[in-house]
């Protein structure tokens, strides 16, 4: 299966400077690419325009040759984000939202070690890296072919952040699931990555 992002151009008011101009990359659902740059590159809307949270101004962003967004239900493509709040609704219990997306493996809730007791608390109730494991295991539904981690350990201690990638790379090496990685860790991309984007390259201020 193939993901691409195709000659987008994309910016966030009608006379603000372009985020991402003429933009283009494809990947398939065996590799893992990282993505680097400084604050302001256009990261997280790269991110979000793959994950189909933000549509193009031009361009296409295409799965399998087919727009995005013509896939309706539940998305092949999913994103967690550095804020997993953001991604959660606050009045919902974990139980009921985890419904929300697709069905989940035991194998997955294990390995992530979500307790059975935080399915019935809200999300409040939970800590940073508590909720980020939640997270991550709602976007690892069994349809899921490609997954967008926008800075996901960044707000984590360095054991939880330990014990979240080694799952993660085993878990879309086993499944197949194409990975694509935001981190301003230049370590974790080398170890993580098959390759690398540098958005800086394509830049045209």
Not at 15 to 27: A, D, E, P, V, Y
Not at 56 to 83: F, N, R
Not at 96 to 125: N, Q, S, T
Request: charge should be neutral; glycine fraction near 8%; proline fraction near 4%.
């Amino acid at each position: 299966m193939e993901l691409e992002i195709k000659n987008v151009f994309y910016r966030y008011t009608s006379k603000g400077r372009w985020i991402l101009k003429n933009f283009s990359l494809s990947m398939d659902n065996t590799e893992r690419v990282g993505i680097t740059a400084p604050s302001g590159y256009g990261k997280t809307t790269l991110c979000q325009l793959l994950s189909g949270y933000l549509k193009p101004d031009q361009g296409e962003i295409l799965l399998d040759g087919h727009p995005l967004a013509s896939y309706k239900g539940y998305c092949p493509v999913q994103m967690v984000w550095q804020q997993p709040e953001f991604a959660v609704n606050p009045r919902l219990r974990l139980g009921e939202a985890i419904k929300e997306g697709d069905e989940i493996e035991e194998r997955v809730i294990r390995g992530l070690g979500l307790e059975p007791d935080w399915f019935g608390r809200f999300p409040a109730e939970l800590s940073g890296g508590e909720l980020q494991r939640f997270s991550i295991a709602r976007a690892l539904g069994k349809r899921t072919r490609f997954l967008i981690a926008d800075e996901i350990s960044t707000m984590l201690d360095l054991i939880t952040q330990s014990q979240i990638w080694h799952f993660l790379m085993d878990e879309v090496e086993k499944r197949q699931i194409g990975l694509i990685a935001v981190s301003h860790n230049p370590e974790l991309i080398d170890r993580v990555c098959t390759r690398k984007i540098d958005l800086r390259l394509f830049d045209e201020k």
